[in-house]
């Protein structure tokens, strides 16, 4: 993960070139210019006469089922509402994150928005560059004044399939499968285990993060095998917040007869009838939104906002009764009146409730 790659600028600008797409068109890529002396000035791509928006995925791809794609999902709302086409990139490595983006700023892109916490470093450092270009950050908070930061209370949402895994489980034993190991991911499972525990104080809650780097998020044999292994302990409910690892702990969850519980887009139609729900992290909402009118400063959003919330379709209608269902509602209530406060493990560095 500290590996930085350093091409010449030249190559960095032709690979970027011919990777760069209007999301709905072809771009023909530029033919590869003559090596510059090395005091020659690089000259930008021209500025479109009308920006358009771009969009910068990261680790994991576009249609990694989760994070990414409701991103993506949110992205092609706009397109569709507007007739408009955006540019995009998907990030293989970290070392791209700033390329990309500063490769989107030159050619005069508005508003550039990174997907992920990863990119707020690149984001901050282009967004200075180009003061007169629009930025967006999904996950972190950049304080620049043509960025505009987008973070969730992923507590409030947690909570909700939290006491609905404990309310579905017969062993009073549910799990939690995280991605990487940083403080957003402990505060998905900070959340979770206070859900689990409000709607049955006993229920005992396993927790594993499957790593430390940008590829903990694209694992599924580990994240089932972290699943199988809480399964043997006895757990009957196991929460994914791991990107494309996720798939790896509901196939394990399948397999073992057991359940699991999806994350940030509705993911109940990817093993249908073992999937009790999945905790709806409303990213496409917010880069529509963000797509559609920039707004520089920190956007928050939760329960009462609409950002976060839990699935129920057909898919798993049959797996939630009304009663279970009635309790989770209750429980959704008070914490946007404000009766129930979902501690924030980001706000102490732990999880105090």
């Known amino acids: 993960m500290n590996m930085k790659l350093t091409p010449s600028l030249s190559l960095i600008s032709v690979v970027l070139a011919a990777a760069l797409v209007g999301c709905g068109k ?3 890529a530029a033919p590869a210019p003559a090596a510059a002396p090395a005091s020659a000035p690089v000259a930008a791509a021209p500025a479109p006469a009308v920006p358009e928006p771009a969009i910068i995925f990261d680790m994991g791809g576009k249609f990694d089922k989760s994070f990414n794609q409701a991103a993506y999902d949110g992205m092609e709302l706009w397109k569709k509402e507007t007739g408009k086409t955006y540019l995009e990139f998907e990030i293989a490595n970290e070392s791209q994150r700033e390329q990309a983006i500063r490769r989107m700023a030159e050619r005069g892109a508005s508003p550039i928005i990174g997907i992920g916490f990863g990119q707020a470093e690149s984001i901050e450092k282009v967004a200075k560059d180009f003061p007169k270009l629009q930025f967006a950050i999904i996950d972190m908070v950049v304080n620049q004044p043509n960025v505009q930061s987008v973070v969730f209370k992923e507590q409030e949402g947690s909570f909700l399939v939290g006491a609905m895994a404990a309310l579905a489980s017969k062993s009073g034993k549910v799990g939690f499968v995280g991605g990487m190991d ?4 402990r505060k998905f499972q900070c959340g979770y285990e206070q859900g689990a525990k409000f709607a049955k104080p006993k229920t005992q809650v396993f927790a594993n993060m499957t790593g430390t780097t940008g590829a903990a998020w694209n694992d599924p044999a580990r994240g089932g095998e972290l699943a199988k292994a809480q399964f043997s302990k006895g757990a009957d409910v196991v929460f994914a917040a791991a990107g494309g690892t996720g798939m790896g702990v509901y196939q394990a969850a399948k397999d073992s007869k057991k359940l699991a519980i999806g994350v ?4 109940n139609h990817i ?10 992290k409303r990213v496409d909402v917010a880069v529509y939104n963000v797509a559609k009118g920039h707004t520089p400063g920190v956007s928050v959003l939760g329960l009462k906002e609409g950002g976060v919330d839990y699935a129920m379709d057909d898919n798993n209608a049959k797996l939630v009764t009304e009663d279970m269902k009635a309790k989770v509602e209750a429980a959704k209530a008070d914490i946007i ?3 129930i406060k979902v501690a924030d493990y980001m706000a102490d560095n732990a999880c105090k409730y």
């Open 182 to 185: 940083i403080p957003l991911i």
């Open 264 to 267: 940030d887009s509705n993911q």
């Open 337 to 339: 009146s404000g009766k």
């Open 271 to 280: 093993q249908p009838g073992t999937m009790l729900t999945s905790m709806l």
């Open 26 to 28: 072809k771009e023909e």
